[in-house]
Every structure is written in C-alpha cells, then in structure tokens.
C-alpha cells in the first residue's frame, strides 16, 4: 500500500557509500519536499533528513538527501557498522485531501 | 528536551477500542502538529492521520476513517488517539511523531488484538 518504493535491501562494507532511492508522483516527491528517518532495530524512528537535504542537529555529515523530479535520494559515506538499520523516505501527498505517505522501507547491511 | 512519553502496551479483544495518549513536554504544546504512525510486526511504516492541538482540526488516512478519533487535552499537553472495531490485523506498535515533518517520536506503543 505505500506509494512510495525503495529497494528492499542494500549493504556495503564499512567506509563505503551506499545510496538508496525513493520513487512517488507528480503527487507527492514531484510537488513537495523529502524526508528520512532511520529505525535502529527495536526503536521509534528517528528523523534523518528533512526538507530533502537538511540535516537536523546531531546527524552526522555522512547522511545527505537529495531530491530531483519525483525521486530522491539518501546517501550514506563513510559507512559504520552502527549505521544498519532500517530507512524510510516520506512527503506529504497532495492527493485524498492530503496525506503523508511513507517509502516501503530499506534494510542496509553492513558487511 | 523535548519528549514525548506514550502510555503502555495494551491486549485487546477483537471488536474493540484501544485509546493511547502521547504526553509532550519541552516545548509549546499548541505550536506543532502531531502524526500518529503504526507498525506492524515485521512491516513498513503506515501513516494513520495528524492534529493539530492548536485548533484540535484533524486529517485521517483514508483507510482508517470511520474508525480511528484524534484528541488532545491542551491542559496536560497530550494527544490521545483512539481506534475502534479493532481486529487483528491492527495488531502494532503505535507511534506519536511530533510537527509535519516527524522531528521527535515517541517510544511506541504496542496493541494487540487476540481473542
């Protein structure tokens, strides 16, 4: 049911990079602004990225966004072991009087 | 700092209602609007709707209209969501996320629904 679609799973070995894309519509990526949030296993989310590149105080520089069209990206450099979790992308959609519309989830691996 | 502190786990019979509350603290109460986001076991993130404390005015996710109530008490600074006619496929871990874009969540609140 999300209108948004990531890659199920990506993985790279510490002190790679590793991008993951989010694809909508007109609707939602195309018309309004990106954000990510990273869920460590067993706890709440956690904003990463908001306003498709800003980065909220305390994340570290190796996370960046990126928007163009109706994708976006989240890039991780530098990857650590601490960085395996689980990332959403979301943006509000315009369509159904309004709602806000979560990416199907990515689970990065480190190896 | 800013919190915010979600009441515990709840077991529910099918059919019906759980109302989970979200008290925020360390910021202006009224100020931010505040989603409410579940999880089922194993699954993805589903949004199930926003209030505004402010003016109490609320925006429900299609899919849960009908069923789902979003309060808040401006007085003890909390967000109540109700979810009725409940059954097993509402089993989840329930979230409050705090302004538009979710800066601050609370730690979840799990809901099962068994017989």
């Known amino acids: 049911q999300s209108v948004l679609t990531q890659p199920p799973s990506a993985s790279g070995t510490p002190g790679q990079r590793v991008t993951i894309s989010c694809s909508g519509s007109?609707?939602?990526?195309?018309?309004?602004?990106v954000n990510w949030y990273q869920q460590l296993p067993g706890t709440a989310p956690k904003l990463l990225i908001y306003?498709?590149?800003q980065r909220p105080s305390g994340v570290p520089d190796r996370f960046s966004g990126s928007k163009s069209g109706t994708s976006a990206s989240l890039a991780i450099s530098g990857l650590q072991s601490e960085d395996e979790a689980d990332y959403y992308c979301?943006?509000?959609?315009?369509?159904?009087?309004?709602?806000?519309?979560f990416g199907t989830g990515t689970k990065v691996t480190v190896l | 700092q800013v919190q915010l502190v979600q009441s515990g786990a709840e077991v529910k019979k099918p059919g019906a209602s759980v109302k989970v509350s979200c008290k925020a603290s360390?910021?202006?109460?009224?100020?931010?609007?505040m989603h409410w986001v579940r999880q089922a076991p194993g699954q993805g993130l589903e949004w199930m709707g926003i209030?505004?404390?402010?003016?109490?005015?609320?925006n429900y996710a299609q899919k849960f209209q009908g069923r789902v109530t979003m309060t808040r008490d401006t007085s003890t600074s909390t967000v109540y969501m109700e979810l009725s006619s409940l059954r097993s496929e509402d089993t989840a871990v329930y979230y409050c996320?705090?302004?538009?874009?979710?800066?601050?969540w609370g730690q979840g609140t799990l809901v099962t629904v068994s017989s």
């Open positions: 996320a705090r302004g538009e874009v979710g800066d601050y």
């Open positions: 360390g910021y202006t109460f009224t100020s931010y609007y």
């Open positions: 209030i505004n404390p402010s003016g109490s005015n609320t």
């Open positions: 007109s609707s939602n990526i195309g018309s309004n602004t």
């Open positions: 306003s498709n590149n």
């Open positions: 979301a943006a509000w959609d315009d369509s159904l009087n309004g709602r806000y519309v």
